[in-house]
T-cell receptor, first 116, second 114 residues
Framework: AQKITQTQPGMFVQEKEAVTLDCTYDTSDQSYGLFWYKQPSSGEMIFLIYQGSYDEQNATEGRYSLNFQKARKSANLVISASQLGDSAMYFCAMREAETGANNLFFGTGTRLTVIP | ETGVTQTPRHLVMGMTNKKSLKCEQHLGHNAMYWYKQSAKKPLELMFVYNFKEQTENNSVPSRFSPECPNSSHLFLHLHTLQPEDSALYLC?????????????FGQGTRLTVV
């Protein structure tokens, strides 16, 4: 079974608008971490934001915030005030405590296109 | 400059060739990984090394052979590959602990098997 599901293959957003990228996950662990990465056309994966399963507050990092709904097992990324440079692939990933703290499982990604 | 450098950036090889991918990190990390990224599929974790010891091998065919001579270098040796092995191969590194430590990725090697 997929551990990370990203149901939006592609998303479009107008420049300066906000956009939400969906991510749901599947785990039986109580302790896990959720990550979002950005992959521009250059290929490298750039870390954006992290949410721990025990964190009570939603994570925020500049224009990025995470809408963490633990009961629904979702960790959606919200990008506010979109910029043209935000056009890229976005990946949600999870690390589970029981399988080892350094195995990152990724979803299929969402391609975000920011329209001028 | 991400701190993780992969060479070569592009590689075209025949099915009978032998080649190696190289990854180098100068971030002081003690874990290194190989991922395979194919179109429309999740990133596939291939190998994990913690403190130079291999801890994960996710049913990867033996035509892929990793080597981690020290904590800063990671290789992926390739031989008798198949066309379906064409993909972007990404190397990453991180600290083993704590849980919230992010992995840093290289820019990848775009491999084409002909």
């Amino acid at each position: 079974a997929q551990k990370i599901t990203q149901t939006q293959p592609g998303m479009f957003v107008q420049e300066k608008e906000a956009v939400t990228l969906d991510c749901t996950y599947d785990t039986s662990d109580q302790s896990y971490g959720l990550f979002w990465y950005k992959q521009p056309s250059s290929g490298e994966m750039i870390f954006l934001i992290y949410q721990g399963s025990y964190d009570e507050q939603n994570a925020t990092e500049g224009r990025y915030s995470l809408n963490f709904q633990k009961a629904r097992k979702s960790a959606n990324l919200v990008i506010s005030a979109s910029q043209l440079g935000d056009s890229a692939m976005y990946f949600c990933a999870m690390r589970e405590a029981e399988t080892g703290a350094n195995n990152l499982f990724f979803g299929t990604g969402t391609r975000l296109t920011v329209i001028p | 400059e991400t701190g993780v450098t992969q060479t070569p950036r592009h590689l075209v090889m025949g099915m009978t060739n032998k080649k190696s991918l190289k990854c180098e990190q100068h971030l002081g990390h003690n874990a290194m990984y190989w991922y395979k990224q194919s179109a429309k599929k999740p990133l596939e974790l291939m190998f994990v090394y913690n403190f130079k010891e291999q801890t994960e091998n996710n049913s990867v065919p033996s035509r892929f052979s990793p080597e981690c001579p020290n904590s800063s270098h990671l290789f992926l040796h390739l031989h008798t590959l198949q066309p379906e092995d064409s993909a972007l191969y990404l190397c990453a590194s991180s600290q083993v602990r704590p849980m919230n430590t992010e992995a840093f990725f290289g820019q990848g090697t775009r491999l084409t098997v002909v």
